[in-house]
């Protein structure tokens, strides 16, 4: 059973660099033909689509971050990853990496992210 | 970006009730919407897909339908397990998908 796991730090200082990484398992990113990516929920609020990768390298990012992100896929480690710069309290929330074809079947448990000097 | 209105925003119901939810796009998006459950703490679960599929292991008494620009989530009879907050979101368009802001069914 395909299972997502989000890693990375709890607390960002404002202006630094948001990084995460998901960690695949019970499937293979590699040769797959989903797409990988991110959505988040700030504290009581709704979802935001980031973006999303395919295996080859492929993507497509929020255009409202798109200046902003990085999203990169490492298939020997089955991961991908998340890269936000220059963070504001207003990237403070919960985090989730996805894997779907438009819609999203399957999500990580969440990673929350609190900016905060 | 597409906007997705979801109403209403709150809904109250009984166990055993009928409950109907709306998501209305700002252009048509043909039949590519899907709706979510999510409950406090949890990762949102796909309930429909492509505007009336039924995602595997869904209950039954959950329906979508509509197409273009307006899609409603009915539940027919309300469960327990059933109070929850519910989103619509579209993937017609990848610049971005874009997410109603939820509707919250709370127990009445």
Redesign the interface.
């Known amino acids: 059973q395909l299972q997502l796991q989000e890693s990375g730090p709890g607390l960002v200082k404002p202006s630094e660099t948001l990084s995460l990484t998901c960690t695949v398992s019970g499937g293979s990113i590699s040769g797959s033909s989903y797409y990988w990516g991110w959505i988040r929920q700030p504290p009581g609020k709704g979802l935001e689509w980031i973006g999303t990768i395919y295996y080859s390298g492929t993507t497509y990012y929020n255009p409202s971050l798109n200046s902003r992100i990085t999203i990169s896929v490492d298939t020997s480690k089955n991961q991908f990853s998340l890269r936000l710069y220059s963070v504001t309290a207003a990237d403070t929330g919960v985090y989730y990496c996805i894997r779907g074809s438009g819609y999203y079947p399957s999500w990580g448990q969440g990673n929350l992210v609190t900016v905060s000097s | ?1 597409i906007q997705m209105t979801q109403s209403p925003s709150t809904v109250s119901a009984s166990v055993g009730d009928r409950v109907t939810i709306t998501c209305r796009a700002s252009q048509s998006i043909g039949d ?1 919407l ?1 709706w ?1 459950q999510q409950k406090p703490g949890k ?4 309930l429909i ?2 505007a009336s599929n039924l ?1 595997s292991g869904v209950p039954s008494r959950f329906r979508g339908s509509g197409s273009g620009t307006e899609f409603t989530l009915t539940i027919s009879s309300l469960q327990p397990d059933d109070f929850a907050t519910y ?1 619509c ?1 579209q ?1 017609h368009d ?9 509707t919250r069914l709370e127990i009445k």
Do not use: C, I, L
């Open positions: 970006d590519r899907a979510y990762a949102p679960k796909v897909y492509q995602q989103y979101q993937y990848y610049s971005p998908y874009t997410f109603g802001q939820g």
